[in-house]
């Protein structure tokens, strides 16, 4: 957990030196369209809670950085750059003060009533180090946010099922999707990175988030995944709900290749150079397999040709771009 700092918001509730139940940090970039309708939805969420809210603004320019200056209880802090996604929550740590946990929000969600408490109740076991809500679309649909750990033969299921089958066995899928894993408490593997709560010690033991080999998608796959080295539990609670909206920040062929990209990435980092190749290959296979569409050949030639890899957003030859 990030040291004391000056206090930058207007009320003197949310003075970092006074420990809270709940330190809340959002990263935008150009939300303006979503951002408010979060900030309204916390209030009912954190009920019961002590909270202090830090949102990051990566560069927009749409005017959120101005909407969020408005809310006094809310600590804005402008990055003066695009550091990413994971850049941008290292950022906002450093500004959480005193907090027994952390929730990690994407910008473009709407919280239901008593969400974040529900997990924060869930942290009352030590061996739960982060906690995970159900997440429905923004027509109230289930989607099928609980994940496994990534390997090659459910890499090779999913490209070669995609949606269809989503019952089939869990070595055969990385995606939960059999709707009864979401009707209980369990513990996952990890899930989708739009809304988790940290507790303070697994904040502490796993540390900042890998801003240097993610700058967007793949880094919440990793910080799960120390967070379960460090002997910690990742648990899914059902009646934690939240809504997101997806797509906040636009979506791009790039986007898309750099997910797929980081996807091979956070694998290589966990296994050998056999094992990392053979899933690139099926990586490539699941977007062969889908080339009709142009974001998908796209995709397939950046997972292919890794000397494309650093002109991707956050690759070295994107951020020297950047400085000059």
């Keep these: 957990m990030g040291d004391p700092v000056p206090d930058l918001a207007a009320d003197p509730a949310s003075s970092p030196v006074a420990r809270v139940d709940c330190a ?6 150009n939300n303006a369209d979503d951002i408010v309708a979060l900030l309204d939805s916390l209030p009912a969420a954190t009920r019961g809670l002590t909270t202090r809210c830090v949102v990051v603004d ?3 320019t749409d005017g959120t950085a101005d909407l969020v200056r408005e809310r006094p209880r809310v600590v804005c802090i402008e990055s003066g750059d695009n550091l990413g996604y994971a850049g941008g929550l290292n950022l906002g740590r450093r500004y959480t003060g005193l907090c027994s946990s952390v929730a990690i929000l994407n910008p473009d969600l709407v919280l239901e009533p008593d969400a974040i408490t529900r997990l924060y109740e869930a942290l009352a076991d030590p061996a739960v180090g982060i906690a995970v809500p159900t997440v429905l679309d923004s027509d109230g649909r289930l989607y099928p ?5 990534p390997s090659v033969t459910r890499a090779l299921g999913d490209a070669l099922c995609g949606g269809r089958l989503p019952g089939r066995p869990g070595w055969l899928s990385e995606i939960v999707g059999d709707k009864d894993a979401y009707r209980h408490r369990h513990a996952v593997d990890w899930s989708s990175g739009a809304a988790l709560l940290v507790s303070w010690a697994c904040d502490g033991a796993v540390g900042d988030w890998d801003d240097v080999n993610y700058f967007l998608y793949s880094e919440e796959v990793d910080f799960a995944a120390r967070a379960r080295d460090a002997g910690f539990r990742i648990d899914f ?6 809504r997101h ?6 979506q791009s062929q790039t986007l898309a290749a750099l997910m797929a990209v980081n996807r091979v990435r956070y694998f290589r980092s966990r296994h050998g150079r056999l094992a990392a190749g053979t899933f690139r290959l099926i990586v490539g296979l699941h977007e062969l397999l889908r080339s009709a569409d142009a974001a998908h050949r796209y995709t397939l030639r950046t997972v292919l040709s890794r000397s494309s890899w650093p002109a991707l957003p ?3 030859a994107s951020r020297a771009k950047a400085r000059r």
């Design 24 to 29: 809340v940090v959002i990263v935008t970039f």
């Design 58 to 60: 990566n560069g927009s």
């Design 145 to 149: 946010s609980l994940r496994r750990e």
């Design 237 to 242: 609670v059902p009646n934690a709900r939240v």
């Design 245 to 250: 909206r997806g797509g906040g920040s636009g």
């Design 314 to 316: 956050g690759g070295r």
